[in-house]
């Protein structure tokens, strides 16, 4: 990852990996002397950019490994995966009051397949609601409804 930055122009930047679960690895970026427009750019629109350096760092660290054996990591870049984090969980809350008050599926569209597992992970703990993520990218979305 360093090389990956310092080619990039950023310099040193020091990780620091934490354990979430068994696999889950929450990668943190030091990005103290950074600028502005340097943060802007590796997070992109909407994290985009950030999502994709992701996506390659989660294929590289899983080539060759059995799809039991596969790591996930999360690249943490001043605070906006918490801050996204924090915001999919009040969607994931908000979309089971919803669904409980009303009895009926709710589709939720506009996540990528990073926010889609989030929410997925957030609803696994309510025993009376299912997710499930239908459609092809770029269109895919989830299904948040009551178990029956």
């Known amino acids: 990852m360093n090389d990956l930055w310092a080619h990039l122009g950023y310099g040193e930047c020091p990780l620091t990996a934490k354990e979430l679960a068994e696999r889950n690895v929450w990668l943190t970026l030091d990005t103290d002397g950074w600028s502005e427009s340097q943060m802007a750019a590796v997070l992109g629109s909407g994290g985009a950019t950030l ?28 605070g906006y995966r918490q801050k996204r984090i924090d915001e999919l969980q009040q969607l994931a809350t908000d979309a089971v009051t919803r669904v409980r008050q009303l009895g009926e599926d709710l589709v939720l569209e506009d996540l990528n397949a990073s926010d889609r597992r989030q929410v ?21 979305h989830l299904i948040v409804r009551l178990v029956k």
């Open 51 to 78: 999502d994709a350096i992701q996506l390659l760092l989660n294929a590289a660290l899983n080539a060759g490994l059995a799809e039991s054996e596969h790591y996930f990591v999360t690249l943490e870049v001043n």
């Open 120 to 140: 997925h992970l957030f609803l696994q703990d309510f025993p009376d609601i299912a997710t499930e993520s239908q459609g092809k990218e770029p269109h895919r």
